[in-house]
C-alpha cells in the first residue's frame, strides 16, 4: 500500500503560509538590490552567479523570525524587510563559505557552487554577497534612521564575531584530529555557529525594530541558545535519515565530512572500545578515501545504540525548555 503524507494540521499550515509571504517579500527584496547585469561580461558573470543560491528554494526562517518578532512587538513588519534580507543574504554567503569548508555536494537540492564554479570563484561569489550584506545594512538609515540602524549594524557584528568563531572550533576538530569531545563541547560550539545566526539575532533585532524593551530584547539570547541547538540537533539528524529530496543536501554527508555531531559523540561514548576505534578510524578519513559500506556501517552503529533517538530526545527537550523560557519572558497579561 502506497504511504500517504499526513495532512498538515492548522496550525502547520498558518506557519507555512506566513513563511511563503515572508519569503515572497524578502525575496522580492533581495532580486530587487542585488545586481543582475553589466557591460563587463566577467561581471555580468559574477552578478549571475550571485544569484544562483538566493533563487534556490529555501525556508526562509531567520527573515521570518525577524519579521515576526517586528509584529509581535507592536512594530511595522514592512520596516523590517531590509534587515530580514539581510539575514538571507548572510545565510547565502556563509552557506557558500561553509560548502567549501566541509567538502560538500549538494545544497538545496542542487550541487554546491563550488562544486559548479570552482572553489576560488565559489569563495569571491560568497564575498561579493557579504559586501552586499552590509551594503542593504546601511540602507535602514533611510527606514529606520540613523541610531537605530547602527544598531542593527552593531548586532550583525556581533552575530558576524559568533559565526566565524563557532565555525573555528568546529572545522579544529577536524583539522586536529579531535575524538576527546563530550555533549559540552559540541553545544558551546552550536551556541557560537548555529543559535546566534539562527535564532538569537533575528530574534534580537526585530524586537530592536518592534520597540521592545532592553529586557525583552535581553531574553532572547538564552531563549535563542535553546531553539539554537535544537535546530542544529535536528539538523544533524536529518542528515542522517532524512529524504535527500526534501532535505535538498547528501544523506549521510556529515559522515563522509567527518563532522563531530551529538550523534557521533554518543556514539563513541556508547559503543565499545573497539567499535568506538573503527568509527573513528573511518570518520578520521578524507571523503574520498571512505567507502559507501564504511559510511553505511557508521550509520548502523548510531541506529544499533540508539544514538539518533537520543539525539531527537535532547531536541525536544531543549524545546520544552525554550517554551518555558518563552512563558516566563512573555507572559501576556491576564485579562
Known sequence: MQ??????????HLVTTYLSDVKRRVDACIFDFLPTAHE???????????????????KGLRPALCMLICEAFGGDPERAVNTAASLELLQNWLLIHDDIEDGSELRRGEPCLHQKHGTPM?????DALHCKMWELLHRNTEVLGHELAFRILSEFIQLSNQVVEGQHIELSWVNDNRWDLDEEDY????IQKTAWYTCITPCRVGAIIGGASETEIDAFVELGKDIGIAFQIQDDVLNLI??????????????????????????????????AQQVIDIMARPRDEKSEAEVESVLQLMQKYKSITYAQQRSKALLQEAAGRFSHNFALPDE
Open 3 to 12: 504511504k500517504t503524507e499526513q495532512e498538515p494540521s492548522p496550525t502547520q
Open 40 to 58: 563587463h561580461p566577467d561581471v555580468h558573470q559574477l552578478y549571475q552567479m550571485m544569484l544562483d543560491y538566493p533563487r534556490r528554494a529555501g
Open 122 to 126: 565559489a569563495i569571491n561569489v560568497g
Open 187 to 190: 553545544l558551546t560550539m552550536c
Open 242 to 275: 532524512g529524504d535527500v529530496g526534501r532535505y535538498g543536501k547528501e544523506i549521510a554527508g556529515d559522515i563522509s565530512e567527518g563532522k563531530r555531531t551529538l550523534v557521533l559523540i554518543h556514539l563513541i561514548n556508547a559503543c565499545t572500545a573497539t567499535e
